[in-house]
T-cell receptor, first 116, second 116 residues
Framework: AQKITQTQPGMFVQEKEAVTLDCTYD???????LFWYKQPSSGEMIFLIY??????QNATEGRYSLNFQKARKSANLVISASQLGDSAMYFC?????????????FGKGTRLSVIA | EPEVTQTPSHQVTQMGQEVILRCVPI?????FYWYRQILGQKVEFLVS????????KSEIFDDQFSVERPDGSNFTLKIRSTKLEDSAMYFC??????????????FGPGTRLTVT
């Protein structure tokens, strides 16, 4: 069974600094995708970044990058140059890719607070 | 940019009443999902829907829940007899088949259901 573990319930970071949010996963399927979503206080789920299990390079999207270490089964999110607007809950999720519409499995999330 | 929409944004209902949560997925998407998030907890999968039928459901999705695609655009979640523990944020999501296999799921803004 798939499992996502986020061990940091809360994190603080100074504005303009970089921060790493941890995520480890477990799956027996060799083909899977890893996702990060941001949930601000307004409640919506905003897709940030995706990493496929066969991707050779770490994914990057603007200030977001994913530190993918396949052997360690980790997919940490790195946010560079933090901004006050980055304060939110961040969820790591995964899904197996062998069939078309397997559901996402989410971790418990990390609450990030950016301090001015 | 196309987006998933959900109505209402907030629904208050009395225990035992029926509620219908509505979603309009992105128009060219083929797969539809409902997730829920109890306050302060992680996002949990309820059900996925493809080709006018349920393709997968979780153990949360018991007989009091049903889903329907009544026309070409709407996707609904019905809770027949609401319980206090059904109070949660309900997210609709949709995805398309992509050659890359990412099957990124786009989430709607959510409906906050409060059962009193």
């Amino acid at each position: 069974a798939q499992k996502i573990t986020q061990t940091q319930p809360g994190m603080f970071v100074q504005e303009k600094e970089a921060v790493t949010l941890d995520c480890t996963y477990d799956t027996s399927d060799p083909s899977y995708g890893l996702f990060w979503y941001k949930q601000p206080s307004s409640g919506e789920m905003i897709f940030l970044i995706y990493q496929g299990s066969y991707d050779q390079q770490n994914a990057t999207e603007g200030r977001y990058s994913l530190n993918f270490q396949k052997a360690r089964k980790s997919a940490n999110l790195v946010i560079s140059a933090s901004q006050l607007g980055d304060s939110a809950m961040y969820f790591c999720a995964m899904r197996e890719l062998n069939s078309g519409n397997t559901p996402l499995v989410f971790g418990k999330g990390t609450r990030l607070s950016v301090i001015a | 940019e196309p987006e998933v929409t959900q109505t209402p944004s907030h629904q208050v209902t009395q225990m035992g009443q029926e509620v219908i949560l509505r979603c309009v997925p992105i128009s060219n998407h083929l797969y539809f999902y409902w997730y829920r998030q109890i306050l302060g907890q992680k996002v949990e999968f309820l059900v996925s829907f493809y080709n006018n039928e349920i393709s997968e459901k979780s153990e949360i999705f018991d007989d009091q829940f049903s889903v329907e695609r009544p026309d070409g655009s709407n996707f609904t979640l019905k809770i027949r007899s609401t319980k206090l523990e059904d109070s949660a944020m309900y997210f609709c999501a949709s995805s398309e088949m992509s050659s890359g296999g990412a099957y990124e799921q786009y989430f709607g803004p959510g409906t906050r259901l409060t059962v009193t």
